[in-house]
């Protein structure tokens, strides 16, 4: 098989985001891989300028839906997409020109049968690269991964698509594991390729400080096998050897803690760690001054 013949989708869910769209489709249109299709997905915005903004679209496909949130908005564009190879794309978010082609030599070269994700590059009130190795037993409690993978559209109708239920956030990390649990793995590519635009008002701060531990309990609800403690010391085992940003004993802890501590109280862990560990991060990428 050629792979350099093979259409890529990039599927763009959009609902009310004109003010980010434009940058979010231009990235897209700069991709250097010859063969793609770009499929905009209007997940019922109501928002004038966004409506102005859609209808000036070139050279791309948009679908049109009544607002049902973004996992069955990304349903909707993999449904749509003739790509055998497929990356969903936030419309506040972009991708460097060569993304794609990288992401494809990647997979090629390495014959990897799972999906590819790169380093992301955080923008707008963050300022910061995230480098995360793929570990599939981390995976499980920390959300390691972005959400911007190149796969097989083969994956996405194996694993059953995006869980539409999970509207509140984290659909993505429970498509990952799904994944994992079906043997497909991510490859990271070590290039810092994704921008993603981090706001105060967006689902990474506001949503998920508050929610983490009540969409934690819906994803362990549905992976339950994966998540008895028997599985959960088989699979340490099993990837012990590969990178971890962090040991055993913090995983197992972090697990203990979401099971026992109320939500109010585990939220409260769960934003001081995140801080913590933005902190950490943000100190790594600070010059050595003697």
Known sequence: ????????????????????LGQTVASAKAQTWPNLEIIVIDDGSTDPMTLEVLAALKGVTVLRQPNSGLPAARNAGFRAARGEYVLP???DDWIEPEAIAVFMQAIESTAHS?????????EGEASEVLRKSYNFFEQL???????????????????GGYDETMRQGYEDWEFNIRLGTLGYFGLRVPQTMFHYRVSSSGMLISKSNRLHGTLWSQIQARH????????????????????????????LAWMVAHRLLPVPAFS???????????????????????
């Open 224 to 251: 339950a096998e994966t998540y008895r403690w028997r599985s959960l010391l088989r699979l340490n085992r099993e990837w012990s050897s590969r990178p971890s940003d962090y040991p055993l004993v913090f995983h």
């Open 141 to 159: 409690s920390l959300n390691q991964l972005p959400y911007c993978l190149l796969m097989p559209r083969r994956l996405w109708v194996e694993a």
């Open 114 to 122: 799972g999906f590819a994700y790169c380093d992301t590059q955080l």
């Open 268 to 290: 409260f862990l769960f934003k001081w760690q995140r801080q913590r560990s933005a902190a950490r991060r943000t100190a790594d990428l600070q010059p050595w001054r003697g």
């Open 1 to 20: 098989m050629n792979q350099a013949m093979e259409l890529v989708s990039i599927i763009i869910p959009c609902y009310n985001s004109g003010a980010t």
């Open 89 to 91: 794309l936030d419309a």
